[in-house]
């Protein structure tokens, strides 16, 4: 069966240090990726997705970056953090039938 | 441009009581639906999702979903609520080719003993 990992479950981080949080996908070949941050009363913005190795499609624009150097994993990155980029990310994959099943998600709290 | 709205932030239901949370979309064509439900600190979990067919859904853990294409709605339903229901829920509507999802910004759901 797919399982999707995401590491690590809560992270404090100083502005202006880096980031990376990874995500991994156990199961399934080729899936769609996605990344998505939830802040207070905002609900779910996406942030970038992807439909194979290298190929990153970005929503917003933003200090964060993604990567996805593997088939099944997705990494999501900064070279700087900012207070604003304080959230909970969640990352997300599917088989591009829309079938998405969501990581357990990071805490990030930049301080 | 697709969107979805939830126009309620948050319901206060008493246990044993029904539910209904609204969810409207805004989508050219025939919609793909979908609700989420989020316990504290975790991820996602599907509920329901309305690809065709019949507009009545059943989904897991009781709930069900009617689409009303009149209404361009897709609100969620449960006879009676259990304290273990207390969440956020998110109603999405799937878009574009690449199978992404938008979703709808949650509504918080609180349970009175």
């Known amino acids: 069966s797919q399982t999707i990992h995401q590491w690590p479950a809560t992270l404090v981080q100083p502005v202006g240090s880096p980031l990376s949080l990874e995500c991994t996908v156990e199961?399934?070949?080729?899936?769609?990726l996605y990344w998505y941050r939830q802040a207070a009363g905002r609900g779910l913005q996406l942030l970038f997705y992807s439909v194979g190795i290298g190929q990153i499609s970005s929503e917003v624009p933003q200090n964060l970056s993604a990567s996805r150097p593997q088939d099944r994993q997705f990494i999501l990155s900064s070279k700087k953090l900012l207070l604003s980029d304080s959230g909970f990310y969640l990352c997300?994959?599917?088989?591009?039938?829309?079938?998405?099943?969501f990581g357990s998600g990071t805490r990030l709290t930049v301080v | 441009a697709q969107s979805v709205t939830q126009p309620d932030i948050h319901i206060t239901v008493s246990e044993g009581a029904s539910l209904e949370l609204r969810c409207n979309y805004s989508y050219g064509a025939t919609p793909y639906l979908f609700w989420y439900v989020q316990s504290p600190g975790q991820g996602l979990q599907l509920l329901l999702k309305?690809?065709?067919?019949?507009?009545l859904v059943q989904g897991i853990k009781g709930f069900e979903a009617e689409f009303k294409r009149s209404q361009s709605s897709f609100n969620l339903r449960k006879p009676s609520v259990h304290w273990s229901d207390a969440a956020e829920y998110f109603c999405?509507?799937?878009?574009?080719?690449?199978?992404?999802?938008?979703f709808g910004k949650g509504t918080k759901l609180s349970v009175k003993p």
């Open positions: 997300a994959w599917s088989s591009g039938d829309y079938g998405y099943t």
């Open positions: 309305y690809f065709s067919g019949d507009t």
């Open positions: 199961g399934t070949s080729n899936p769609n």
């Open positions: 999405a509507v799937g878009a574009g080719s690449q199978g992404n999802l938008i």
